[in-house]
């Protein structure tokens, strides 16, 4: 006979497995967040256009499959799909290696391997967000969401720092086998938790009415809604950074490659302490606040990263990056939280699918956007002009009636008085 605590013990047993797969695949994406486009500028000698085009290539299967991909994961068995992802994205990452050793590596291979992996990962998240209120009961959804951003803050924190110890070690192609090995552990834990499928309606809508379900939820609701274009903006501007900092720390302040991975890093300890400190911040000021002050602070950050010449840019690219990192991190924890718990089960895979749409389909076209601009005026000015463009997250939120609230509504659709100032 199954006992309460037998349950309890399982379903934490399971959220565990989930969380050390996730962390696993993390701390080798994080290896390769450094490797790859220190790959393109050291080993192919890429220029800022180029480099534009390959952040936006890891990103642009928002803007191709993100809103069908909601209404597909629904029926897809959720971990399956997600260890079928794992498995693509090693075989795709592992191809740069053997093409290096073959005397073919290119640009061009580098852009083809992270469009295969920008589709992977577009299926694996809406399938991977989906499964986690599967296994985490509702009222622990927003500490195990800080969890999961504290130990992606630690793995952004660890595995930059890796990654440059490794690029100085082996050489930056080699140290790409870290990641697809990664992929490849997360496979095999997803792989041991008992499958499970999305909620389904009783009705087989089309799925053209099934995305538009999804788009209209989303875009009509109060509070959803400017959250998400602040997101995009975000986005924007983080899509034109990941172009912008490996060029702007190799060639505009000459750091070296082993110090590179540290100053990337940074992003990581600032987005540890946005986790850490997200939950006793909503208690405090609650949700929709939090959310304010994330998008305020962000905006901070975003201006010391460019400042600076010689050790002192290098400290002020690392600060500017605590800072940001950590604004974004308490702006996203509480988003992302809400929508799990205010969206009905049956539309999850698609609100959130919705989301990443328009706001991850931000980052390639801030990172093309930024590689012309950075090849046009230089890295440090296109920077300066992404901190300006920063300002456009807080202030949609600001413009909206996130304003008036202390804590976002509980209910999906109605705000009530207690939830205002």
Same mark, same amino acid.
């Given at each position: ?295 305020? #602070? ?6 010391? !990263? =460019?400042? @600076?010449?010689? %050790? /002192?840019?290098? $400290?002020?690219?690392? +600060? *500017? ?33 919705? #989301? ?6 931000? !980052? =390639?076209? @801030?990172?093309? %956007? /930024?590689?012309? $601009?950075?090849?046009? +005026? *230089? ?41 205002? !100032?």
């Amino acid at each position: 006979m199954t006992t309460t605590a037998d349950a309890t013990t399982a379903v934490s047993r399971q959220f565990w497995t989930y969380w050390s797969a996730s962390s696993a695949s993390s701390v080798g994406s994080a290896v390769t967040g450094v490797a790859l486009p220190l790959t393109a500028v050291l080993v192919l000698g890429a220029s800022a256009l180029q480099m534009g085009l390959l952040a936006a290539a890891a990103y642009v299967a928002w803007l191709v499959i993100g809103l069908p991909a909601g209404a597909l994961v629904r029926h897809l068995p959720l971990r399956g799909t997600q260890v079928a992802m794992d498995v693509v994205r090693a075989l795709a990452i592992g191809s740069v290696p053997v093409a290096w050793w073959l005397g073919s590596l290119s640009i061009a291979h580098l852009i083809g391997v992270a469009l295969v992996i920008s589709f992977a990962d577009v299926v694996f998240f809406v399938a991977n967000s989906t499964f986690l209120p599967s296994v985490v009961p509702k009222e622990q959804l927003q500490a195990r969401n800080s969890l999961m951003s504290g130990t992606h803050a630690v793995s952004q924190l660890g595995g930059p720092s890796l990654g440059g110890v490794l690029v100085q070690l082996l050489g930056a192609v080699p140290t790409l086998l870290v990641d697809s090995a990664s992929y490849l552990v997360s496979a095999a834990l997803l792989r041991s938790l008992p499958d499970r499928t999305s909620p389904r309606e009783e009705s087989r809508a089309p799925i053209v009415e099934q995305i538009r379900e999804g788009w209209h939820f989303v875009t009509r609701h109060p509070v959803m809604n400017p959250c998400l274009w602040d997101a995009t903006a975000t986005n924007f501007v983080c899509g034109g950074q990941m172009a912008l900092f490996a060029i702007y720390l190799v060639r505009v302040v000459d750091a070296p490659a082993g110090l590179v991975g540290f100053l990337l890093a940074a992003e990581g300890v600032g987005a540890l302490v946005g986790a850490s400190v997200c939950p006793a911040l909503v208690r405090r000021i609650g949700s929709a606040r939090a959310c304010l002050a994330g998008g305020v #602070v962000s905006v901070g950050g975003a201006f010391l !990263i =460019p400042l @600076g010449s010689g %050790a /002192a840019a290098w $400290l002020l690219f690392a +600060l *500017g990056n605590v800072v940001f990192a950590g604004g974004v991190v308490v702006l996203s924890t509480t988003t992302r939280t809400y929508r799990q718990v205010a969206t009905p089960p049956e539309l999850l895979s698609r609100v959130l699918a919705t #989301v990443r749409f328009v706001s991850w389909g931000a !980052i =390639p076209v @801030g990172g093309v %956007a /930024a590689g012309a $601009l950075g090849g046009w +005026l *230089g890295p440090r000015p296109a920077l300066f002009v992404l901190a300006a463009l920063s300002v456009l997250s807080p202030l949609v939120l600001f413009l909206s009636p996130i304003r008036r609230m202390r804590d976002f509504p509980d209910d999906a659709t109605v705000q009530t008085s207690r939830d205002l !100032i």
